[in-house]
């Protein structure tokens, strides 16, 4: 329960709303595995490296709107790196 009520303060110290947690990406990964974090870190940098090259002059937010109604795309674009 600590740990929660932890996770939801701010630099402060003072509890920060669930909307401003969840626009900063805070609650997306709720591990504390330190290798379980590098290793979404390097397969989401590698990801950003793959769009970056297929996609060059787009936005990330243009590149997800594209791919999200096309998952054979998105796995063509896995299979062909």
Do not use: K, W, Y
């Not at 110290?13 to 290798?35: M, V, Y």
């Amino acid at each position: 329960m600590a740990e929660a009520h932890s996770r939801s303060l701010g630099r402060s110290g003072n509890p920060q709303p669930l909307a401003a947690r969840c626009a900063h990406g805070e609650d997306r990964s709720r591990s504390r595995n330190p290798n379980l974090l590098a290793n979404v870190a390097l397969v989401r940098s590698a990801l950003l490296q793959v769009l970056e090259r297929h996609f060059p002059e787009q936005s990330l937010p243009e590149i997800r709107e594209h791919l999200h109604s096309r998952p054979g795309r998105c796995l063509t674009l896995l299979a062909s790196t």
